[in-house]
């Protein structure tokens, strides 16, 4: 189905590693981006094809990929890092966009 | 720097149908990937269809053909056209580029995006 879950809730502590999964029967061999959204701005990429980083992205966010799964690390959490996260991809079966439903990462 | 911003009504009656439209500034339309995106609280981000600046297109099946995007490449300008509005359709809706000219590319560029509350 045309789904790509997140875990809703991410909470760590400053300091710390925020792991954040998307997974969905679309991912296989698509190009993955990450997207952080703060409340009242439009989404920013910070991820984009699985791993690559625009050049505004610290080098503590990194992307992964496998399977079905693709993956947001963030190390060495700042409280600045506090926002919606989103995963996002391009469907080659389907020529459709997809979203998933969006994490929210909060420092403790 | 390319600019996005959106404009239209922010309140529409229910049955009736949204035009928006996104001007682009310090570029043009030619050779990218434009997308409308929506965001409810219910439904977070909701792709609601692209255009490349050839006029080719694809949308949403959610949307059930409601959706319409079109570009003007002279003006520079992105519209679209969503009918028979309920209040399902109450969102922020963005209007957001490609990186780079291919359609899998990351949506890099975004409009601020405007709110749309659909009344009964």
């Known amino acids: 189905s045309d789904v790509l879950t997140q875990p809703p809730t991410v909470s760590v502590a400053p300091g710390q590693t925020a792991t954040i999964t998307c997974e969905g029967n679309n991912i296989g061999t698509a190009n993955v981006h990450w997207y952080q959204q703060k409340p009242g701005q439009a989404p920013v990429v910070v991820v984009f094809d699985d791993s690559a980083r625009p050049s505004g992205t610290r080098d503590r966010f990194s992307g992964s990929h496998s399977g079905n799964t693709a993956t947001l690390t963030i190390n060495r959490v700042e409280a600045g890092d506090e926002a919606d996260y989103y995963c996002?991809?391009?469907?080659?079966?389907?020529?459709?966009?997809?979203f998933g439903t969006g994490t929210r990462v909060t420092v403790l | 720097q390319v600019l996005l911003q959106e404009s239209g009504p922010g309140l529409v009656k229910s049955s009736e149908t949204l035009s928006l439209t996104c001007d682009v500034s310090g570029g043009s339309i030619g050779g990218y990937y434009w997308s409308w995106i929506r965001q409810s609280p219910a439904k977070g981000l909701e792709w609601i269809g692209y255009i490349f600046s050839d006029g080719s297109s694809n949308y949403n099946p959610s949307l059930h053909s409601r959706a319409t995007i079109s570009v003007d490449p002279p003006r520079d300008q992105l519209s679209l056209k969503l009918t028979s509005l309920t209040n399902a359709d109450t969102a922020v809706y963005y209007c957001a580029r490609t990186g780079r000219a291919v359609v899998s590319g990351p949506l890099n560029i975004w409009g601020q995006g405007l709110p749309v509350t659909v009344t009964s």
């Open positions: 996002q991809l391009w469907d080659g079966n389907t020529d459709h966009y997809l």
